[in-house]
T-cell receptor, first 114, second 109 residues
């Protein structure tokens, strides 16, 4: 693994189904983030984790949950998907959450909820 | 509220210079980032400004004026590969990034 990876690349999901988007980084970064990107809007932060074992809510957390059991992995779960969660999801990481640190992004997951 | 404004789209000619502006109103300020995003790909880091002034990095430069809530990204000697969206993001008082919607730059030969 080099950098930050996400799986799946894309997914079509029926409304009401549960879905987990996976994110793994091998840079030993402390901070990780989940964003969604919708046409005409900026990236919006869903959840973040400043260090393993801690998580926090971003701008649009409703309907999503995360966990950070270790440094490398930061999965995002949609408990019961709705069509408004159709979006491109990006996972990112940075060395720290202290400020000024570049965020490195995964390739994204394109999710369609029908 | 928090707001980041950028033009939606700009067009420029190969070999020319283009300036992409970004104005912001945020709860606190801990720095401003510019990222590049090619269509269908992830954003990649271009620059970071925390103090007023110009930061130059090859063909790309970024300027910040904190008193005016204003930044610009300057791209020189434009190449076709510079066709992409350019995202402005401000780090707020909680060290979270607030993102603009991005400026789509179209380069014509």
């Amino acid at each position: 693994i080099a950098g930050i990876t996400q799986a799946p690349t894309s997914q079509i999901l029926a409304a009401g189904r549960r879905m987990t988007l996976r994110c793994t980084q091998d840079m030993r970064h402390n901070a990780m983030y989940w964003y969604r990107q919708d046409l005409g809007l900026g990236l919006r932060l869903i959840h973040y984790s400043n260090t393993a074992g801690t998580t926090g809510k971003g701008e649009v957390p409703d309907g999503y949950s995360v966990s950070r059991a270790n440094t490398d992995d930061f999965p995002l779960t949609l408990a019961s998907a709705v069509p408004s969660q159709t979006s491109v999801y990006f996972c990112a990481s940075s060395d720290s959450a202290a400020g000024g640190d570049e965020q490195f992004f995964g390739p994204g997951t394109r999710l369609t909820v029908l | 509220g928090q707001n980041i404004d950028q033009p939606t789209e700009m067009t420029a000619t190969e070999g020319a210079i283009v300036q992409i502006n970004c104005t912001y109103q945020t709860s606190g300020f801990n720095g401003l980032f510019w990222y590049q995003q090619h269509a269908g790909e992830a954003p990649t880091f271009l620059s970071y400004n925390v103090l007023d002034g110009l930061e130059e990095k090859g063909r790309f430069s970024s300027f910040l004026s904190r008193s005016k809530g204003y930044s610009y990204l300057l791209l020189k000697e434009l190449q076709m590969k510079d066709s992409a969206s350019y995202l402005c993001a401000v780090e707020d008082s909680n060290y979270q990034l607030i993102w603009g919607a991005g400026t789509k730059l179209i380069i014509k030969p």
